[in-house]
């Protein structure tokens, strides 16, 4: 099972202070997605990467997907406190018995003071 | 709202109890996931439902089971409950297995908090 390391672990910071969190594995992503997970919600996914090198941009969130496929970053512009969350990196599993289903980092917790 | 529903929102319990946790998929969605979610591991798959037939497990206890029933919605058991179960519990679904990237993403329920004391 691969293990996707997330840094830092927590984040806090002022309203208009621009981030970024990492999420990092020793081998190679088949794909991999970023999810947001608000108190008492469940995670939702804000994209999925595939290619490497690929950058995606949501608004003001910022996706970048390493070029060998083993790294990728999330950088926020302008934070506000709608940002605050749990922020998890997760690569979706293709191979064998295990086809869909997710493995997640630890996650980033974000917090953004107004 | 993803869809997904799950009852109960919260559960407290003895431990040596038994609790039945339930989600119901996204009208349409033929598969369904469970996942664990604790402070120290994380979120971690348990297991995966499509149509009514287990397809994969992942860290799921030997105490725990689950079921999908001809309407689709699944049932997560929690035996003999232990301090350490405590965690939130999710389920997610999709639409199936085959098919592009959007047959795959999965839509996570509100989760249900269960507290073992």
């Known amino acids: 099972t691969q293990l996707l390391e997330q840094s830092p672990q927590f984040l806090s910071i002022q309203e208009g202070e621009n981030l970024t969190v990492y999420c990092n594995s020793s081998?190679?992503?088949?794909?991999l997605q970023w999810y947001r997970q608000e108190p008492g919600e469940g995670p939702v996914l804000l994209v999925t990467?595939?290619?490497?090198?690929e950058v995606k941009k949501l608004k003001r969130l910022t996706f970048q997907f390493g070029d060998a496929r083993k790294d990728s970053s999330l950088h926020i512009t302008a934070a506000q406190p709608g940002d605050t969350g749990l922020y998890l990196c997760?690569?979706?599993?293709?191979?064998?018995?295990?086809?869909?289903?997710?493995?997640f980092g630890k996650g980033t917790l974000l917090t953004v003071n107004p | 709202d993803s869809g997904v529903t799950q009852t109960p929102k919260h559960l407290i319990t003895a431990t040596g109890q038994r609790v039945t946790l339930r989600c119901s998929p996204r009208?349409?969605?033929?598969?369904v996931y469970w996942y664990q979610q604790s402070l120290d591991q994380g979120l971690q798959f348990l297991i995966h439902?499509?149509?009514?037939?287990?397809?994969a497990k992942g860290n799921i206890l030997e105490r725990f089971s689950a079921q999908q029933f001809p309407d689709l919605h699944s049932e997560l058991n929690l035996s003999s409950l232990e301090l350490g179960d405590s965690a939130l519990y999710f389920c997610?679904?999709?639409?199936?297995?085959?098919?592009?990237?959007?047959?795959?993403?999965?839509?996570f329920g509100p989760g249900t908090r269960l507290t073992v004391l």
């Open positions: 997610a679904s999709s639409v199936g297995l085959a098919g592009g990237s959007s047959y795959n993403e999965q839509f």
């Open positions: 081998s190679v992503f088949s794909s």
């Open positions: 990467v595939v290619t490497g090198g």
């Open positions: 997760a690569e979706r599993g293709l191979r064998g018995g295990s086809n869909y289903k997710l493995t």
């Open positions: 009208s349409g969605d033929l598969s």
């Open positions: 439902y499509y149509n009514g037939e287990e397809r």
